[in-house]
């Protein structure tokens, strides 16, 4: 499915001074905040007691730059433009990242220095903003991209999600994300509390991908190579069948569309706390991966990515 450049969605906004008011709506709901789905409704405004995300006014960066792991029709021969936010809305025992996402390792920035990171990796000559971990932020993203647009920001904005995100934070986005990334983790309500000690993710989940398919639709990619617009879904492979791969992959397939994107990710190895248990203290066996991809493919998903593109 190709297609050639176009404008970015947030630029339209932008010229009817309707991504002004998206921004200005999103922080003001930063005082009862509803902007994740924790819904942990603390004014963040005024401090982060209470808050899971441990995340105030201002939104803390770790880092930011090209990235050349992504997809390759992210990362291009470019890179990916990646902003890595502190702090994150889940507390996956596993997680790969727990010095970023657990310990909060980075510095607050205003809206001013996000708006200039952005900036900055266009400058260098990134295909895309690729906000990793933003479901947080999004009212500081919001307020930032005013701001980057404002000073000629023209890339497309990438959306790469944990998957966690509320009704609310996805409505103030509409019309500005241009390629959302979420997780699909779960199939199974149990082992997300388990496992990322969340409530509700498979129906949280579930919701939010049908909302983000709904406002972007399939992933269109250029004739470059290069996503433009639309769902790109990332599944990562557990040991044990613990993700739940055909449940979910049945999901994407019949719920959402045969045409999405999914990236079936095979790089799952035991991490942070992961050691704490059993069922997932070792990385999956090369017939679980290859079980995850045929799952796949039994559901009829059509455009694999990962170890589903590696073992077709």
Partial sequence: MATTAAQPAYRRLLETGELAERARLALARLADCDL????????????????????????????????????????????????????????????????????????????????????????QGCHNINLVSPSHVVAQFLEALVLAADHGLRLPIVYNSGGYDSPQALALLDGVIDIYMPDLKYDDEAVARRLSKVPDYVAVNRAAIREMHRQVGDLVIDAKGLARRGLLVRHLVLPGGLAGTQGAMEFLARAISPQTYVNIMGQYRPCYRAHEIDDIDRRPSMAELADAVRAAQAAGLQRLDGLGARMA
């Fill in 36 to 123: 994740c789905a924790r819904y942990c409704r603390v004014d963040r405004r005024q401090g982060i007691a209470g808050a899971v995300c441990r995340t105030g006014r201002l939104a803390v960066v770790s880092s930011h730059g090209p990235h050349h792991g992504e997809e390759s029709c992210l990362s291009g021969w470019q890179g990916s433009g990646t902003i890595f936010f502190s702090w994150c809305n889940l507390r996956c025992l596993y997680c790969q990242n727990s010095d970023i996402s657990w310990e909060g390792e980075g510095r607050p920035v205003a809206a001013e220095e996000l708006a200039a990171l952005m900036l900055d990796l266009e400058r």
